[in-house]
């Protein structure tokens, strides 16, 4: 990082993700690492370069944008679930490894954020959710600002779940 040029760095959010929704029975091995060294790979490299700048500065905060696919899944997310499973391990991992040096490493795990039109969405999207409705981007920028500002301090190596209780959810065929 040319940090003449950029300054100070005291947050990252790594967001960066992609998914390759295939069978495990064609899924290809170059598919699986393209997703793993995104979602990752990526995380964790961009997670280092960051924090040796926050070491140099006395300390900084790290949220890890993974996916309540780390936790429960569909079809076809094989890559994806593991990507994101070791994302929330990478968290706590760096956690351990970086808070002598001042540094706090959190994960968000996302369930169903919408990025398009939300007003393409049906009522039953919604009412699925145990929170009535269906999560924005807003919902997880929110809880960034919660987990990188100043009264979150104590709150480090941690995995919040923002999914309008849908992990939470028991679903059974009536």
Same mark, same amino acid.
């Given at each position: 990082?040319?940090?003449?040029?950029?300054?100070t760095?005291?947050?990252?959010?790594?967001?960066?993700g992609?998914?390759?929704?295939?069978s495990?029975?064609?899924?290809?091995?170059?598919q699986?690492?393209? /997703?793993?060294?995104?979602?990752?790979?990526?995380?964790?490299?961009?997670?280092r370069?960051?924090?040796?700048?926050?070491?140099?500065?006395?300390?900084?905060?790290?949220?890890?944008i993974?996916?309540?696919?780390?936790?429960?899944?569909?079809?076809?997310?094989?890559a994806?679930?593991?990507?994101?499973?070791?994302?929330?391990?990478?968290?706590?991992?760096?956690?351990?490894?970086?808070?002598?040096?001042?540094?706090? /490493?959190?994960?968000?795990?996302?369930?169903?954020?919408?990025?398009?039109?939300?007003?393409?969405?049906?009522?039953?999207?919604?009412?699925q959710?145990?929170?009535?409705?269906?999560?924005?981007p807003?919902?997880?920028?929110?809880?960034?600002?919660?987990?990188t500002g100043?009264?979150?301090?104590?709150?480090?190596?941690?995995n919040l779940?923002?999914?309008g209780?849908?992990t939470?959810?028991?679903?059974?065929?009536?």
């Open positions: 990082m040319n940090q003449e040029k950029y300054g760095i005291h947050i990252l959010i790594n967001n960066a992609i998914t390759c929704r295939r495990p029975y064609e899924l290809t091995v170059d699986w690492d393209e /997703v793993i060294n995104v979602n990752l790979r990526g995380a964790f490299l961009c997670a370069e960051a924090a040796r700048v926050m070491r140099r500065q006395g300390g900084g905060a790290i949220v890890n993974a996916s309540t696919r780390a936790l429960m899944s569909e079809p076809g997310t094989e994806y679930a593991a990507a994101k499973g070791g994302l929330i391990a990478l968290t706590h991992a760096l956690a351990i490894s970086l808070g002598p040096d001042g540094i706090r /490493v959190n994960a968000i795990s996302p369930g169903w954020i919408e990025t398009g039109d939300y007003g393409a969405l049906r009522s039953v999207d919604h009412h959710h145990p929170a009535g409705r269906v999560g924005r807003e919902d997880i920028a929110r809880a960034c600002l919660f987990l100043p009264g979150s301090d104590f709150i480090t190596g941690a779940v923002i999914d209780g849908m939470r959810k028991m679903i059974y065929a009536e």
